[in-house]
């Protein structure tokens, strides 16, 4: 009996320290106050400024046919362009992209001499994202959108690059693949150049064009507006650095006027020069957002 109690004892003793220390522990250690979210740092997700899948990118590059090279989207997602291409097309730290471009004579159309075409680096749409250029939208139905935010750094030469456009295709029962609208910097100024009706049955061409000073934006960064809707042309442009906010302002009536092509939106830096093979033009496209509804 003495020694049973004595066991019984010791074993009670025993306990009661396992009890004493798995007590302390949990109160240290494993009790979590529900109050405090956890420690977990929940990573950053880069905002997209370009939805790539509905855009190529054209470099002024022989593409080994004499016409200028088109990099895919995904080229541009995976960071996979080569050391030339990235020379006219590379992102920056802020997310923004910065395209360069001077006159190579390599142009989509093909080669060209000094004097006759231009040479860019630019942004053409796809706006269903299917990767064809048959993929194109009518003036005719719905809303069209291209809203792009952009700076020029420079502009050599003349001093005019053409930021944006609408470029119509040719498709059934048209003739030409013509410029309709294009968004011009000319030293500084927001210049909208615009096809009219052209007479005679001739196709849509600039013979007919009309250009509108639409606002001074300088170096300063911006953003133009444009909008198809009823088959008229608005357009919109801000620059906070300069004070513009102006709201969409009807240009023209393009259905109203029998305008039937088929059409893209293009934005970057299509340099108006072609007098040499040295003088250059960068432009920085911060956002570039399109809506069709």
Not at 44 to 56: Q, S
């Amino acid at each position: 009996m003495i020694t049973k109690g004595i066991l019984t004892s010791k074993f009670l003793i025993f306990l009661s320290i396992v009890l004493s220390i798995a007590c302390s522990s949990d109160s240290e250690n494993n009790v979590i106050d529900e109050t405090e979210e956890p420690d977990t740092e929940i990573p950053e997700v880069e905002a997209e400024n370009i939805t790539w899948k509905n855009w190529y990118l054209s470099v002024p590059i022989d593409a080994g046919n004499g016409k200028a090279t088109s990099i895919k989207y995904t080229d541009i997602v995976n960071d996979n362009l080569t050391a030339s291409q990235s020379k006219y097309f590379y992102k920056n730290e802020d997310g923004s992209y910065t395209l360069w471009t001077k006159f190579t004579g390599i142009t989509t159309s093909g080669l060209s001499a000094l004097g006759d075409k231009y040479c860019r680096t630019e942004l053409r749409e796809y706006w269903r994202g299917n990767q064809t250029t048959t993929d194109n939208w009518s003036m005719a139905t719905g809303v069209h959108i291209l809203e792009s935010t952009i700076n020029v750094d420079y502009v050599e030469g003349n001093g005019r690059t053409i930021v944006a456009q609408i470029h119509g295709i040719e498709s059934e029962g048209t003739t030409g693949n013509p410029a309709t609208v294009k968004i011009r910097w000319n030293d500084g100024m927001i210049q909208i150049d615009h096809y009219t009706k052209p007479a005679n049955n001739d196709p849509w061409t600039s013979k007919y064009d009309e250009k509108v000073d639409f606002g001074r934006v300088d170096n300063e960064i911006f953003t133009f507006k444009m909008k198809i809707e009823n088959g008229k042309l608005y357009c919109g442009l801000v620059c906070e650095a300069k004070g513009l906010d102006i709201a969409y302002t009807e240009i023209y009536d393009y259905v109203g006027n029998g305008y039937v092509h088929e059409n893209y939106f293009k934005t970057g830096n299509y340099f108006g020069w072609h007098d040499d093979y040295e003088k250059s033009a960068q432009v920085v496209l911060h956002k570039v957002v399109t809506d069709h509804k």
